[in-house]
């Protein structure tokens, strides 16, 4: 028993050596996050898009419309406003986080705008993104979904050029639970406690010129 507890300490050591870029975790998880918000900040409102307009109140009218109408939207109260917030959270957010910088700052709106889509859009169809009766927490409709999606298959096998239509990629039922808003949340506290990473980062650097102490 000894020389088994003297192995794994002797591994466990080994595994220990990798501490030196323990910064990794916290940046792949910023690159891997800056692009899912960028690009939902840019579908709500991008400033720089050509013939846009840099108007917040104009380019963000349609998203607007939808958080605040009560019959084909959300019917969210001060749609305006929360439009404004919700693309200054993703959009500029993505850019802080690509920077690496205020990144516990930034973490916070991100995951308050994460809640209020799962509670708000998603919270009604369950867990799955995509119905699979594969995956854990299927919903109640997810076989029926499932049977849905494999008669149209068999109709554009029949009657359509399936080949062309799945040349790139399957088709699948949309179920549009919490899942992929779930785990940007669990990524996003993950960097809420982790901070930025050591060396690539600008708070990082900050902190090394500013803070007493500094980190190591």
């Not at 179920?175 to 808003?181: F, L, Q, V």
């Amino acid at each position: 028993m000894g020389v088994l507890i003297n192995f794994l300490n002797k591994a466990q050591d080994l595994l220990n050596l990798v501490r030196f870029a323990d910064f990794v975790g916290p940046v792949l998880l910023r690159i891997y996050l800056v692009p899912v918000f960028f690009l939902a900040g840019s579908n709500k409102w991008d400033p720089f898009a050509e013939g846009g307009t840099f108007n917040p109140v104009e380019g963000l009218k349609g998203i607007a419309n939808w958080f605040g109408n009560p019959d084909w939207g959300l019917g969210l109260p001060a749609p305006i406003l929360l439009a404004i917030l919700a693309w200054a959270a993703e959009y500029l957010g993505a850019i802080a986080l690509a920077l690496g910088v205020a990144v516990r700052w930034t973490c916070i709106p991100l995951m308050f705008t994460m809640v209020i889509a799962m509670t708000t859009v998603h919270l009604d169809n369950g867990w799955q993104a995509l119905h699979d009766l594969k995956s854990p927490y299927p919903a109640a409709n997810a076989e029926a979904a499932i049977d849905r999606l494999d008669r149209a298959k068999s109709i554009l096998e029949e009657h359509g050029n399936y080949g062309w239509l799945t040349e790139h990629g399957s088709l699948v039922s949309l179920n549009n639970g919490i899942e992929w808003a779930a785990t940007y949340f669990i990524m996003l506290m993950a960097l809420f406690f982790l901070g930025g990473g050591r060396y690539l980062s600008v708070d990082y650097w900050i902190a090394r010129k500013y803070r007493i102490p500094a980190p190591d």
